[in-house]
């Protein structure tokens, strides 16, 4: 995810890696609110594994997660990494009979829509999408069809902002997006108050 401030240079490929506390206190939400329970879990832009990690500390060894990253990633901890663009990347992982039932991460900003169109285009019935995004993915005229097509299950807006550089926050508010391939309805809004020093 893009995380730098107007002016500052860029990260290659947007390479900014998400706090393994904040990983893990989203994947323990998304847990719990959606009584999850994936066979098979994908973490797009897998770069560090922070959230293979945290699939790892909330489900143990049950799932098979599968990594997909345009660079090397050495040591992210998943079970298969394809080395591809994601926007490139098949629906079913290689070698895998089923679609991913959870596909979660922390995508490019700079890409964020085409990442998140490709990754809905995955969900088997009941399968979750779940983005660490800028809370700005909400606005654009430009977007409006797509929020007319891909209406979210769930938002929850971090009350702390995250440092994706290892320095200060950025100027920039976040959120994570759920999105349950069936789901009709409103969107509904929740809170992420704490997350530093989760375990």
Not at 10 to 23: F, G, I, N, W
Not at 79 to 85: A, E, K, L, Y
Request: charged share 20%; proline share 9%.
């Amino acid at each position: 995810m893009s995380a730098t401030g107007r002016g500052a240079e860029r990260a290659e490929y947007d390479s900014y890696h998400t706090p393994d506390a904040l990983a893990l206190t989203l994947t323990r939400r998304l847990a719990a609110d959606f009584c999850l329970q994936p066979r098979t879990v994908l973490e797009p832009s897998v770069g560090g594994g922070a959230f293979v990690r945290a699939v790892r500390s909330v489900w143990g060894e049950r799932p098979y997660v599968a990594g997909v990253d345009i660079q090397d990633v050495p040591g992210c901890g998943a079970d298969g990494v394809t080395r591809c663009d994601f926007l490139a990347h098949p629906p079913v992982e290689p070698g895998l009979a089923r679609r991913p039932g959870l596909i979660i991460g922390n995508p490019p900003f700079c890409e964020a829509e085409p990442h998140t169109r490709h990754a809905l285009s995955f969900r088997p019935p009941g399968g979750v999408v779940a983005f660490l995004l800028r809370l700005a993915f909400l606005e654009s005229k430009a977007r409006v069809p797509f929020w007319q097509e891909n209406r979210p299950a769930r938002v929850y807006v971090l009350s702390e902002r995250p440092s994706f550089t290892g320095g200060g926050t950025d100027s920039c508010a976040y959120g994570f997006f759920v999105w349950q391939e069936g789901h009709s309805g409103a969107t509904a809004m929740d809170w992420v108050y704490s997350w530093k020093g989760a375990e």
